[in-house]
C-alpha cells in the first residue's frame, strides 16, 4: 500500500518551534546542568558568580534560536517551506515538489519519530524534520497504516 498525501506547507513559524522543542527535549541535561550550577553558587551566596551559569543558558538557547532562523531564511532551504506532497510506502517515503520533481528519504535516515494528536513528526536531523498533519490522509485506516510502518521500522 502506498500512502498519497495532499499538499502541503509547513510555515517557518510551526518549523522553529519544532526544531526548538526538539533540540531542548534532546538537550535536556545542558539546561539542567547550568541551572544547576546557578542553584550551587547561590547556596554557597556567590551571587555574582551564579549569573554565569544564566547568562551561558540565555547564550546557548540563543545560538539555537539563531540556527534555527538561519534554516528558514537560507536560499537553499527553502524547498521545506514550499507545498509538498508525499507518498509513502514500506520502503521509502516520496517527497514530491511536482509530478515530476521529487526525492526519496529511506527509512533508515528517519532517527525518531513523534506521534501526536494530531501530527506525526519524522527525525531526519536535528534541524530537519517531515511534519506530517493527520489531515493530510484520507481517513482513519491510512492513519493506522502510517502508526503500523512507524512501529515496523521500530521508530515509536
Do not use: D
Request: net charge positive; glycine share 6%; with cysteine.
Amino acid at each position: 500500500m502506498i500512502l498519497k498525501t495532499k499538499s502541503y506547507k509547513l510555515s517557518k513559524a510551526t518549523y522553529m518551534r519544532v526544531a526548538f522543542l526538539h533540540i531542548l527535549k534532546k538537550q535536556w541535561w545542558v539546561m539542567a546542568l547550568l541551572g544547576g550550577a546557578a542553584v550551587g553558587l547561590l547556596a554557597f551566596q556567590k551571587y555574582t558568580w551564579s549569573l554565569l551559569p544564566l547568562v551561558g543558558l540565555g547564550l546557548y538557547l540563543l545560538f539555537w534560536a539563531v540556527q534555527f532562523y538561519g534554516v528558514t531564511v537560507l536560499e537553499s532551504n527553502q524547498i521545506l517551506f514550499q507545498p509538498l506532497r508525499y507518498q509513502i510506502s514500506s520502503k521509502e517515503i516520496l517527497l514530491l515538489l511536482t509530478a515530476k520533481q521529487g526525492m526519496p528519504i529511506r527509512w533508515k535516515q528517519v532517527e525518531e519519530a513523534y506521534v501526536g494528536k494530531n501530527v506525526c513528526i519524522l527525525f531526519l536531523s536535528k534541524a530537519q524534520f517531515l511534519y506530517l498533519p493527520y489531515h493530510l490522509l484520507k481517513g482513519a485506516q491510512e492513519k493506522s497504516f502510517l502508526l503500523f510502518l512507524l512501529k515496523s521500522h521500530h521508530l515509536i
